[in-house]
């Protein structure tokens, strides 16, 4: 069993359009997270959700918005699409915050 | 500025020899992580050391943590191939107050020739 599932893994869209990135976890983790890595491999954190509720935004554009309909889920949406937004995204849970966390695979987005 | 950097950014040995990576941090923490992240893969835990201790054991994992000097050490001995990746450490920052998140350095890039 995958232990945090994001979808899709690749994502090439064009400049302009609106997207969705997917993450699941099993674990009953109740803090859940986004990051990015660029192409220098370089992880910055995005969003921090603790039991459904946002407690970090890291100066992310208003383009992005998470959705945290459940503690085992966060999406991430995209709006208007730009080419630096061309990233690896990761999604991760943790319990509390305060222990290790567990990564998804990642969802690889080129925007072209 | 970045809150944990790795040195060296790249390194290159042969299998059996041990691997040892620095990371360096600014503000005071709860914990320090060390991540491996496969090419292509997410990031897996490797081990966590807490602020009162300073070194921690896991197979072939050596990690040290010297808080004074604000730097962990990650040491892998007899590497094997399948070791090679790159290898993040992280920290929390605890000036940020209940608003936990890990913060990654930039990483270093393993690789263990056959």
């Known amino acids: 069993d995958t232990a945090v599932s994001q979808t899709p893994k690749y994502l090439v869209t064009q400049m302009g359009n609106d997207k969705s990135i997917k993450c699941e976890q099993n674990?009953?983790?109740?803090?859940m997270y986004w990051y990015k890595q660029d192409s220098k491999k370089f992880l910055k954190i995005m969003f921090s959700y603790n039991n459904k509720e946002l407690i970090i935004n890291e100066t992310v554009p208003n383009r992005f918005s998470p959705k945290s309909p459940d503690k085992a889920h966060l999406n991430l949406h995209i709006n208007s699409l730009e080419l630096g937004d061309s990233a690896v995204y990761f999604c991760?849970?943790?319990?509390?915050?305060?222990?290790?966390?567990?990564f998804g695979q990642g969802t690889r987005l080129t925007v072209v | 500025s970045q809150q944990g950097e790795e040195d060296p950014q790249a390194l290159s040995i042969q299998e059996g020899e041990n691997a040892t990576m620095n990371c360096s941090y600014k503000t005071s923490i709860n914990n320090l992580q060390w991540y491996r992240q496969n090419s292509g893969r997410g990031l897996v835990h490797l081990i966590l050391i807490r602020s009162n201790e300073r070194e921690k054991h896991s197979g072939r994992l050596r990690v040290t943590l010297d808080t004074s000097k604000k730097s962990s050490s990650l040491l892998i001995t007899a590497s094997r191939a399948a070791d090679t990746a790159s290898y993040f450490c992280?920290?929390?920052?605890?000036?940020?107050?209940?608003?936990?998140?890990?913060?990654f350095g930039k990483g270093t890039l393993l690789t263990v020739n056959p």
């Open positions: 991760a849970s943790s319990h509390l915050g305060q222990s290790e966390a567990f």
């Open positions: 674990l009953g983790h109740d803090t």
């Open positions: 992280a920290t929390d920052d605890l000036s940020g107050g209940s608003n936990y998140k890990l913060t």
